[in-house]
């Protein structure tokens, strides 16, 4: 059985702890390999080796911690397919979407070599008579990346790749479902030049979540997960004395008014439904849909599904792949059991009852649903559509603001006005014109309102980069000796 490991200090450390989990390929549900899970003194060896490594590299140029990131964008963009492979392995993506999660994580890559430029402060000179004011930004030590299964490639890379150009030591806990990624990326970083012990890899479940949180040594932590979790890990990283960004989970919705060009919405929706399986936060889950429309665009959506291809990443004719474990697979398919006798219809029930092997569920289409059904209020992470009847922009506009998650967002109009109205009303954090899935390039920063966020900073991108350091202002002075003088007054600048 292939044993899944640590990686501490630039190598490959099998656990000690004598806990492990299985890992499954989700298109059987065949057991694949089994991860080590930390403990705690696993944990602390890896704080140390980071916080050991932190001075030099902090130390390092920025225009050496660049070449370095340079290199690592090198390697990741020859290893894509390799990267991919570990991703429909473990996760059960298709190859496209493995290979669609890697080009975006190689963006933030691309974004981290700008650092010398990113990392520029401010000057003021002649503040006052003979002073001067800067102001910079450094470092904050060791920080640490809790990241989720369903993008065990590109989540990471929205972490560490701004942590270490900013000149902090990483520690990743990936996801104990898919963990194999992460221990390829580490090699790649070594490849790259990255000084042993700072970039670290912890395998595990809560208890090493619970150290990362507690450890005084790790000064910031950055999670993406369920809003449970989220919750979680911000109150307790907060608690003891972290920075914290926390992003939680979602129910984005796509509102469609009744002069949409109906083909594109509901091939759009059919995309940001089912791609990935549903398992993205930033997954279309309801379609809201003006009256006047909604019979035409829901029979649209069905006479879609059929032609989704569902099958194993294996083979290459598939276009979505599984879910990610039985006990999941059976929790959606509970959603859409219980729809029906909550008053919607389940217009395509993508449960399977042939008995086939892994963990799929085929794209479910569910119309008349309302709020208060649990189809509705909770994020159900898997490739069911929910289309909810408006009467038209106002309403769809209250329904959405009314949800406590407020991740992603889009609206599909020819009419400007009414999409520039959108922007200005709408209380999310991602917003889509005509644009499914508004994930924001690199250069901009990922992150939604309400109960998809927990802190105070979007992730990556400028935020990313404002999350890793911390300000500091210089006020300097070169005065001849000659006119030192004691003034006990307030400090004046005029």
């Given amino acids: 059985m292939k044993r899944i490991s640590h990686w501490i200090d630039g190598r490959i450390v099998e656990g000690t702890s004598g806990n492990t989990a299985p890992v499954y390929d989700p298109a059987t549900g065949e057991q694949a390999a089994e991860v080590d899970l930390a403990s705690v003194a696993e944990v602390d060896r890896a704080i140390a080796v980071a916080e050991a490594a932190a001075p030099e590299w902090r130390a390092t140029s920025l225009s050496k911690r660049a070449e370095i990131l340079f290199r690592m964008r090198e390697l990741v963009d020859a290893n894509r397919k390799e990267i991919a492979a570990f991703l429909t392995a473990e996760h059960g993506k298709v190859p496209s979407d493995a290979l669609g999660e890697v080009a975006r994580g190689l963006e933030n890559i ?44 590109m989540v990471p890379m929205w972490m560490f790749a701004n942590a270490l150009a900013c000149g902090n030591t990483f520690i990743l806990k990936p996801s104990e479902k898919d963990p194999s990624a992460s221990l390829f990326i580490a090699e790649l970083l070594a490849s790259a030049g990255l000084p042993s012990g700072c970039f670290n890899v912890v395998q595990g479940d809560k208890v090493a979540v619970d ?25 307790t990283g907060t608690a003891n004395g972290k920075r914290v960004q926390a992003l939680g989970g979602a129910k984005n919705h796509m509102l469609v008014l009744a002069d949409a060009d109906l083909d594109m919405a509901a091939d759009a929706a059919i995309s940001a439904a089912y791609g990935s399986s549903g398992e993205r936060c930033m997954a279309i889950s309801v379609v809201l849909a003006a009256d006047s429309i909604a019979d035409d665009l829901v029979a649209k959506l069905a006479e879609r599904i059929p032609g989704v291809v569902v099958g194993p990443g294996s083979d ?117 014109v005509n644009v499914p899935i508004p994930v924001p390039v690199s250069y901009y920063s990922f992150g939604g309102w309400k109960a998809s966020l927990f802190g105070d900073t979007h992730m990556y991108g400028p935020e990313g980069i404002n999350f890793y350091t911390r300000g500091k ?19 004046e600048t005029r």
């Fill in 473 to 491: 202002v210089v006020t300097s002075r070169w005065p001849d000796p000659a006119t030192s003088s004691i003034n006990l007054g307030f400090p």
């Fill in 110 to 153: 691309e974004f981290a070599c700008g650092i010398p430029h990113l990392l520029k402060g401010g000057y003021s000179e002649q503040a006052a008579n003979g002073v001067d004011v800067y102001s910079i930004r450094q470092p904050l030590g060791v920080v640490a990346g809790i990241t989720p299964f369903n993008f065990p490639a």
């Fill in 316 to 432: 290459s004719a598939s276009e979505m792949g599984p879910l990610i474990t039985a006990e999941h697979r059976d929790k959606v398919e509970g959603y859409i059991a219980g729809a029906g006798a909550e008053g919607a219809t389940v217009v395509v029930d993508g449960r399977r009852s042939d008995g086939s092997a892994g963990y799929f569920v085929d794209p479910t289409l569910i119309d008349n649903v309302t709020p208060g059904m649990k189809c509705y209020d909770d994020e159900i992470f898997g490739p069911v559509l929910s289309v909810v009847r408006v009467k038209g922009y106002e309403d769809g506009v209250a329904m959405i603001n009314a949800n406590p998650f407020a991740n992603g967002t889009a609206i599909y109009t020819r009419d400007g006005g009414a999409a520039r109205q959108f922007q200005f009303d709408i209380e999310v954090g991602m917003v889509g």
């Fill in 211 to 235: 150290r990362l949180l507690e450890h005084p040594t790790v000064k910031a932590v950055s999670f993406v997960g369920s809003t449970p979790i989220a919750k979680y890990v911000y109150e």
